[in-house]
Nanobody, 125 residues
Framework: QVQLAESGGGLVQAGGSLRLSCVVTGGTFSNYAMGWFRQVPGKEREFVAYISWRGGTTSYGTSVKGRFTISRDNAKNTVYLQMNNLKPEDTAVYYC??????????????????WGQGTQVTVSS
């Protein structure tokens, strides 16, 4: 059974930084493509970032491009989301997700097979 656990969320002032981590257990992490999404109450889950199974391909949502960076450490079964220059509109619950086996539908939640429980990120103005 594949399980994902996010950590690193919290409260930060606008302009600050946070790094989210997602540890994956079960299966072979190095074979999984990974994504980050976020969601606020009453809205659909929004694509934030994607990284391919080897890390050679990354993709970002328009609203975070240039500020967020996704990376992975296959030796630690972990994917990261470095978030810089945070804005109040980045406030959301952030989820990591695994795409097994990797597909090309990485910008929609339906393209992923396993999800973590989420971690809250709150950016104050």
């Amino acid at each position: 059974q594949v399980q994902l656990a996010e950590s690193g969320g919290g409260l930060v002032q606008a302009g600050g930084s946070l790094r989210l981590s997602c540890v994956v257990t079960g299966g072979t992490f190095s074979n999984y493509a990974m994504g980050w999404f976020r969601q606020v109450p009453g809205k659909e889950r929004e694509f934030v970032a994607y990284i391919s199974w080897r890390g050679g391909t990354t993709s970002y949502g328009t609203s975070v491009k240039g500020r967020f960076t996704i990376s992975r450490d296959n030796a630690k079964n972990t994917v990261y989301l470095q978030m810089n220059n945070l804005k109040p509109e980045d406030t959301a619950v952030y989820y990591c997700a695994a795409d097994i086996p990797p597909s090309t539908n990485w910008v929609t939640p339906s393209g992923y097979d396993y999800w973590g429980q989420g971690t809250q990120v709150t950016v104050s103005s």
